[in-house]
């Protein structure tokens, strides 16, 4: 007999990986439902994807404007950016689909264009039709999450998605939040729409996933290259129209400050899309750890939350983990066997100062190698210590390696010129558990991944000290 699962988001990243991991899968009977239009998901539609295209234009300004061998600064043809990233991001979509509704061409398989909505516990209306599936997987991904400041409502304000379709631009912005979009959209605010900056944020440190220092350098990277105003540990209070824009009234390091410019931006993350789902129809209750690390919902173990919607970590890669364990253990439950966790590596990757001075981490810090209780070693080094940097024009920067006792790398954290590129190898490093005194030197000169061979040789010799010390002690 066939086990019927239906897929709610089945465009998006989780949602589409889901579908794909199921629909070859014996005696499964599959329900795609997504009500997109056009459709393809939050990442290529409005996220990781456009931005990718507007700061590389920004990028390219930047570099010109920077390098003192160059004559003239380029401009940016803002009409030119949004025009190309509207092609390639429709094409993407356009890909993406394809690839679900060709999967409703295989026996089985069903692709709805609708809205789906509980109306009890894993019955759903899908346009004019209810069903009723054995196993639900929503999929349904995130909306933007403005604050409740008052008077946010009563001022006009931009998203990330306004920034996307913008071709002109005023002369001054007030930025809200300074997480990963904040950090990326910025400086595209400052060098591609040639805008006055300020930016507010909430916490007292830039990416507080790091360890002390990345934060600290980053924040003074965007007030010298991008002469942009950061206000950090500041909360707004207070936001009100005015004759030229808007005015922010921020609580900064416990007293107060107002601020002014033509336009208000809001980049203050992002929350899981669940509002017309229906779920107070059923026993499902959203909210802290609503979501098992097997993907199931509290309340209906039949029922995983995958991506975005889960509110767990709401990047692309994790959702796309998270949509393969889902589908493995909606398999091991119909069959009575164990469930697995979903254990991703942390693996954040935010393209800081338009991808010219990225942030990465994979694995642990030496904060939270120190929080577990693992006995490690930590080395660092400067980007401007390594010619090759230098020779690039980008020597702002450092890394930092952390190594158990015992040799095996546990983490990586970048803040340099071509640290994202880097993050796939560290991951395989620490995934792999590899012992860095096993990793030898192979970058080929003159690239980048020259500073990689910098920490492990440094790495490497310090365990070795450490392991003289202990030595010298016993005898």
Known sequence: MSTHVAVIGAYGSAGGAVAKRLASAPDIELTLIDDGDPGGGLCIQAGCMPSKELLSAAEHRFAARHDDRLKGTPEVDLETVVARKDEHTSNWAAR??????????????????????FVDDRVIEVGDRTIEPDYVVVATGSTLDVPPIPGIDEVPIQTSADVFETTEFGDSAIVLGLGYVGLELAPYLSEAADMDVTGVEVLPELVPEADDGFGEDLAEYYREAFDMDLLLNAEARQVEATDGGVRVTVDHDGEAATIEAEHLFVFTGRKPSLD???????????????????????????VFVVGDANGREPILHVA???????????????????????EPTHHHVIFSGLGRLPFVRVGHSERSATEAGIDHVTVDTAAAEDGVFKAKDAPE????????????????????????????????????????????????????PEIIDALVTEATEKLATRERKVADATQ
């Open 96 to 117: 993406r689909r394809n690839g679900i509704e060709g999967l409703a061409e295989r026996d089985g398989v069903e692709f709805v264009h609708d809205t789906a909505r």
């Open 397 to 448: 920067g450092r890394a930092r390696l952390v190594v158990g006792s015992d040799g095996t790398v546990l983490g990586y954290q970048g803040l340099h010129y071509h640290a994202d590129a880097m993050a796939k190898t560290m991951q395989l490093a620490v995934e792999m558990g590899l012992d860095v005194r096993s990793i030898p030197d192979r970058a080929y000169h003159p690239t980048t």
């Open 276 to 302: 017309g789902l229906g779920l107070d129809a059923t026993r499902l209750d959203p909210g802290e750890d609503w979501v098992s690390d097997t993907m199931q919902a509290r309340g209906d173990d039949r």
């Open 320 to 342: 796309k983990e998270q949509a393969g364990t889902a589908a493995a253990n909606i398999r091991a439950h119909r069959a009575g066997e164990a469930l697995e966790p979903s």
